[in-house]
């Protein structure tokens, strides 16, 4: 099932765990954007985001309280021209890292990341990178990220 912390279960979702995993990212993405309770999403953003739960190259974190998920974050693989730096070409960049208001402050990101990132390694990837909101650098920065001036953007 998943590993248990102090009532909370932390575990890799699984094609089985779709409708928590869409319901956890909604409420994410309605915060983060500060969006209205009753906001509607375009089916086809909802279509590709369950599309790319079923098939996508990622693994998610899922914390759940009972039937609940208060927090989740998600990990997406990546596979590019191998480098001397990155032989493999197999990189990772987290993403959707959240948790509900009323579990903040407890770890549970910490762990989550700590899952991902242990993940990640296993899974082979020689590069771990990730977009921070400012409230999320101090946590980050914790789990040994740096900042990056490496990277340009179109």
């Not at 319901?23 to 906001?39: I, P, T």
């Not at 480098?83 to 993403?95: L, N, V």
């Amino acid at each position: 099932m998943g590993e248990k912390r102090d009532m909370l279960v932390y575990k890799i979702a699984t094609a089985g765990d779709i409708d928590l995993l869409m319901e956890s990212r909604l409420e994410m993405l309605k915060e983060v954007n500060d969006l209205a309770e009753d906001h509607c999403y375009d089916e086809a953003f909802v279509a590709e985001s369950r599309r790319y739960f079923l098939e996508g190259n990622h693994k998610t974190v899922l914390v759940v309280d009972g039937k609940r998920v208060v927090a989740c974050a998600t990990l997406c693989y990546l596979h590019l021209m191998p480098t001397f730096d990155h032989p493999t070409g197999k990189r990772a960049h987290i993403m959707n890292v959240y948790t509900a208001k009323d579990h903040r402050r407890q770890g549970i990101g910490k762990r989550m990341m700590e899952m991902l990132i242990r993940e990640a390694k296993e899974d082979g990837a020689t590069e771990i990178s990730l977009d921070a909101t400012k409230a999320g650098r101090p946590l980050y920065r914790k789990c040994g990220f740096v900042d990056s001036q490496e990277c340009m953007v179109l």
